[in-house]
């Protein structure tokens, strides 16, 4: 396949370094609060870059972190520890937030059909390596002690802008704009590796080390958690492109100068989800959870269909409209492919593989999965039977991961369900999934059979102000939400 690899700014053939397994590495949540949508969109991403991998043959050892110590509120070190910001707000320890938290993250994967890394290590169970890192660092002279802490010096290497043009004045101005400057650095560009002077007393996660009670920066735990379960060499680094700098730009320096050679080969970065006032954050605007898609009526999937019509490194414009759009799409896919008629036939092999080598062009080319969706419809068309479509739709899915079979089985066993009923004079409800509202059009239906239809009406009233719809149909009725 073909990628782009920030670090050359070029789309570059992807030749792993050891064919028999390609390692690749993403940063992992901050668990001090919920992921947002525009978070997840690069989780998403990922996921389709490690499926496609497979899918295309190689075996994928893939490892994600997750930041539960020393990520501040200021990506260049200043400010308030993110997780005991979490702490204060809920009046919890720092640990049962980073619990809470990493399990909604992973809920919320779920949700999006996002496969859980073969490694997840949570930050602070790597002290011992940070310290090793740290120790050696020390040694060949690219890091020094000041004012207790441990810094990185920039100084000392040849190149260290990797992903971008900054300058001294840029980052100046980035500095300015932080919380406080740290007057310790010798260079602005240097980062703490080890903290042990906190100017809040009351860091709830302390450990020893050859420098002082204390806990580590943010950018060691990755090159700490990624050479011990990945090694010397990285294959594809992955993330969102606001950790580009000065996140990756720091791993990329403190792991080199410890290791004494190149480490990454290829650096992936997933850009901005954007609403129509800019990027997408925690503290503005409507916070966008998956729980609030949900509690909206929206199927989590909807959302990662949204994200695949579009190209990894565009920003994407979220609004409720472009999301009513994609779902809409996206239901209407699911009934296509529910008409289809499983085992009609035999699978026509040959048309399975050129529908293959079609889809492995298209997603092959950067992640182009807008061009993978193209594939899905592109399936529905081929001139063959239906068992041959399914078949083709169902290996797709394997990178796409939109259930898209398990939707339109269900589906079809929902709408065979309400013909039986039918057939026996019955009244059926179909819906959007809901036992509560089902239950109302339900009533409803009862009181107009009972020609009860001032019940009846007072009903639909009470569901139109919830936003459902409803049309009679021969034997029940549908509701939607508009
Ligand atoms: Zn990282």
Known sequence: MYLYNSATHKKEEFVPRDPSLVKMYTCGPTVYHYAHIGNLRSYIMEDVLEKFLRWEGYPVKRVMNITDVGHLASDADTGEDKMLKGARREHKTVMEIAKFYTDAFFADCADLNIKTPDVVEPATRCIDEYIAIITRLLEKGYAYQAGGNVYFDTSRLERYYIFNDHDEEDLAVGVRESVEEDGNKRNKADFVLWFTKSKFEDQALKWD???????????????????????????????????????????????????????????????????????????????????????????????????????????????????????????????????????????????????????????????????????????????????????????????????????????????????????????????????????????????????????ADRIREELKQQGIEITDVPGGAVWKRI
């Open 209 to 455: 080390s050859p420098w002082g009670v204390g806990y580590p920066g943010w950018h060691i735990e990755c090159s700490g958690i990624s050479i011990k379960h990945l090694g010397e060499y990285l294959d594809i680094h992955c993330g969102g492109i606001d950790n580009a700098f000065p996140h990756h730009t720091n791993e990329i320096a403190q792991s080199e100068a410890y290791l004494g050679h190149p480490w990454c080969r290829y650096w992936m970065h997933v850009h901005h989800l954007n609403t129509s006032d800019g990027k997408m954050s925690k503290s503005k605007g409507e916070f966008l959870t998956v729980s609030l898609l949900k509690e909206k009526g929206y199927d989590p999937l909807a959302y990662r269909f949204f994200c695949l019509q579009s190209h990894y490194r565009k920003a994407l414009v979220f609004s409720w409209e472009n999301l009513d759009n994609a779902a809409g799409a996206y239901r209407k896919l699911i009934d296509r492919i529910a008409a289809l008629r499983p085992a009609d036939g035999p699978v026509d092999q040959g048309a399975v593989e050129e529908a293959k080598a079609r889809f492995d062009k298209a997603v092959g080319n950067d992640l182009n999965t807008s061009m993978g969706i193209t594939a899905l419809y592109d399936a529905l068309k081929v001139k063959t039977n239906d068992a041959t479509k399914l078949a083709i739709l169902d290996s797709f899915d394997q990178v796409l991961s939109l259930s898209l079979l398990p939707k339109a089985a269900a589906v079809r066993a929902e709408q065979e369900k309400v013909k039986a009923v039918q057939a026996q004079g019955g009244y059926t409800v179909t819906g959007e999934g809901d036992p509560d509202i089902d239950a109302l059009v339900r009533a409803r239906g009862e009181a107009k059979k009972a020609k009860n239809f001032a019940e």
